[in-house]
T-cell receptor, first 112, second 113 residues
Framework: QKEVEQNSGPLSVPEGAIASLNCTYS??????FFWYRQYSGKSPELIMS????GDKEDGRFTAQLNKASQYVSLLIRDSQPSDSATYLC????????????FGKGTTLSVSS | DTEVTQTPKHLVMGMTNKKSLKCEQH?????MYWYKQKAKKPPELMFV???????INESVPSRFSPECPNSSLLNLHLHALQPEDSALYLC????????????FGPGTRLTVL
């Protein structure tokens, strides 16, 4: 069974702090990794994609990938109350990339 | 235009009804997807279309029938649904298969009475 694991949270951080969200995956052949943000009652919104080992930065967001450890993370710097949402880690589970498997999501709460 | 649109936003139907969900994208994407999402759960893949051909059917019951009339449109035909089929139905598209980024529409909130 190919799996994507996330801590469900809630992860609570004060405004201005760094939020760190983690994800592990079971399929070693996975090549593509994504972070989606989902507000309650809304659809998932893509915020980061990462394909190579290392860090990828986009504004306040940094995705980190370590394929040897089968681990991908998302750092949110200067967290804002508007970042409060569920963050879904998603992984392509085969080399053809035909199917995206989601983790159960981590709920982030940023307090002002 | 980087948007995936879905209609209707909300749908209430009885178990004997036939209805359809519609999805449209104008990004030139050649892969389109249907997902189902229950409350407090992650999206679950239902169907994948690539170049207007069905590529993946994740063992979805036949009361759900997908259709891809052209590269921009994706439909999901619903018939004889059960109350447990009530969920948020999400359409997504990507440039192609092979690990490309998927962009989601706003979803259709379906309630089966």
């Amino acid at each position: 069974q190919k799996e994507v694991e996330q801590n469900s949270g809630p992860l609570s951080v004060p405004e201005g702090a760094i939020a760190s969200l983690n994800c592990t995956y079971s399929d070693r052949v996975s090549q593509s990794f994504f972070w989606y943000r989902q507000y309650s009652g809304k659809s998932p919104e893509l915020i980061m994609s990462i394909y190579s080992n290392g860090d990828k930065e986009d504004g306040r967001f940094t995705a980190q990938l370590n394929k040897a450890s089968q681990y991908v993370s998302l750092l949110i710097r200067d967290s804002q109350p508007s970042d409060s949402a569920t963050y879904l880690c998603a992984v392509n589970i085969n080399q053809a990339g035909t199917a995206l498997i989601f983790g159960k999501g981590t709920t982030l709460s940023v307090s002002s | 235009d980087t948007e995936v649109t879905q209609t209707p936003k909300h749908l209430v139907m009885g178990m004997t009804n036939k209805k359809s969900l519609k999805c449209e994208q104008h990004m030139g994407h050649r892969a389109m997807y249907w997902y189902k999402q229950k409350a407090k759960k992650p999206p679950e893949l239902m169907f994948v279309y690539s170049y207007e051909k069905l590529s993946i059917n994740e063992s979805v019951p036949s009361r759900f029938s997908p259709e891809c009339p052209n590269s921009s449109l994706l439909n999901l035909h619903l018939h004889a649904l059960q109350p447990e089929d009530s969920a948020l139905y999400l359409c997504a598209s990507s440039q192609a298969l092979g690990g490309n980024e998927q962009f989601f529409g706003p979803g259709t909130r379906l309630t089966v009475l």
